[in-house]
């Protein structure tokens, strides 16, 4: 036997989900609205419910969860001291769409008389808008309800035409990590992307753009919550960007050219990262080689992502200067498998434009990684020098030695590098070997795209 259900009931949260959940309760119960804004319960008395108060709201017998999952918690705790104040036990029932969380919830804080039932409709307010009520699906958890009371509601959701799925909340969640939680998590990503319709969209396309359609028309708060307050939507993202990752490494070339190594290196032409590959390449021959000059690491390990170099190579680490900033920044960005790692001796060399005079000369611009190499050097022997490094590309002083050759940089800047770079680009050398330590070396990180994942 079934018990009979209340002649009212309360509804907590009147966002969108609490709006249509209350409406549905209408057509069988008086409906008590209680939302913490102001604006919100203003709408509710607009629409017809009685919204007087939230002690009004707390003494039905029957009240229902609407609020977002995160505020969950901090909603119950606000109303125990109420309860503590009203005669009898009440029922409480969550709509969250999480259910562990709310079972967290309700384990530390509902009174000992009290019951509770967990249930997840499967559905919102864009759905219903399309399809109706009648056929959506309801999870259900009995909780802490007894078997007469559950009966009744779940006989009263099924009256509505809903789907009554009865499981735990464990079990709900880990399916809807990979159900829900999925949608929300391409749906979201794909708004990101800048995923846009288009003249020639096919019908899969259309289904996509209504995912994400439906998916950003709920709020930021719900698509966090969903992903952080779920316990097993962490491993379905990590699941999902390790797929992402191999299908998008199977479309990878595996070499550019049959017969021809493509080497993107982190300096110009003239730099030390060139001499290093050169060095490199000679000793430990994969095949002719190509150098693309990229400047950058960022640069390198992007090309290295995108299958436009088949290796890459950067400075990692200098015996004077430390670790290089730029590459470990970089490092972190991207995927990749370190195939070796070796040293180069490193002498660096103050070089000025070719019809420069070194008495207008105000600044030396360089690596950042040079000027730690000659910190002491710089401030013995040039101290009034101002130091800088520059900006993308001028970041490498391989760079900033091609602008001087090219006078498109001032004749008041100076650089440092290699004695290579005055050579090639026709600039004078003011003075050599300007690094602090005579066994200055630095180290190179040899590297390639990463294997396959399994």
């Not at 709408?43 to 007087?52: R, V």
């Not at 709201?57 to 609020?67: E, N, P, T």
């Not at 000369?361 to 190499?373: E, G, S, Y």
């Not at 005579?438 to 994942?453: A, G, H, I, K, Y």
Request: hydrophobic share 45%; with cysteine; aromatic share 8%.
């Amino acid at each position: 036997m079934t018990a009979p259900l209340p002649a009212t009931v309360a509804v907590i949260g009147f966002g969108r989900f609490g709006r249509l959940w209350a409406s549905m309760l209408r057509e069988d119960f008086d409906v008590v609205v209680y939302d913490s804004a102001a604006e919100l319960r203003e709408q509710a008395a607009a629409s017809g419910f009685s919204s007087d108060s939230l002690r009004a709201a707390l003494s039905c017998g029957v009240i229902f969860y609407c609020v977002p999952i995160s505020e969950f918690e901090a909603t119950l705790r606000e109303h125990l001291p109420h309860f503590a104040k009203l005669d009898g036990p009440r029922t409480l029932i969550d709509v969250l769409s999480v259910k562990v969380h709310p079972k967290e919830v309700l384990d530390r804080y509902l009174p000992a008389a009290y019951q509770a039932m967990l249930t997840h409709p499967m559905f919102g307010p864009d759905s219903v808008a399309v399809s109706g009520l009648a056929g959506q699906t309801i999870v259900v958890d009995r909780y802490r309800m007894a078997e007469h009371a559950f009966a009744a509601w779940t006989e009263y959701f099924a009256s509505k035409g809903l789907i009554v799925v009865v499981m735990t909340a464990d079990e709900h969640d880990r399916l809807a990590a990979e159900s829900q939680g999925v949608t929300h998590f391409i749906g979201r990503t794909l708004e990101r992307f800048g995923f846009t319709p288009t003249a020639i969209d096919t019908l899969g396309t259309k289904k996509l753009h209504e995912i994400t359609a439906q998916v950003t028309n709920d709020t930021e708060q719900l698509f966090v919550d969903l992903q952080t307050r779920n316990p097993h939507t962490r491993a379905m993202r990590v699941r999902l960007s390790e797929a992402q990752d191999r299908v998008f490494d199977q479309l990878l070339p595996n070499r550019l050219v049959v017969d021809t190594v493509i080497v993107g290196i982190q300096g110009g032409r003239g730099s030390f990262n060139e001499e290093a590959a050169r060095h490199y390449m000679s000793r430990t021959p994969e095949a002719p080689y190509e150098l693309l000059y990229l400047h950058t690491t960022e640069r390198v390990l992007r090309a290295l992502h995108e299958g436009s170099v088949d290796r890459g190579q950067f400075a990692i680490h200098n015996s004077a200067g430390g670790m290089v900033g730029e590459s470990v920044a970089a490092m972190a960005r991207y995927r990749f498998a370190i195939v070796e790692e070796f040293a180069i001796k490193i002498s660096h060399c103050l070089m000025i434009g070719a019809d420069a005079d070194l008495a207008d000369v105000d600044t030396v611009m360089t690596h950042p990684q040079v000027l730690a190499q000659c910190r002491t050097s710089l401030a013995t022997k040039y101290p009034t020098l101002r130091q800088a490094s520059g900006d993308g590309d001028l970041i490498d002083h391989a760079k900033v030695a091609e602008l001087l050759g090219r006078g498109e940089l001032d004749a008041s800047i100076a650089t440092m590098g290699s004695r290579v770079l005055a050579d090639l680009h026709g600039l004078q050398v003011v003075e050599d070997d300007l690094q602090d330590l005579d066994e200055n070396f630095t180290s190179f990180l040899w590297v390639q795209r990463p294997p396959p994942r399994a």
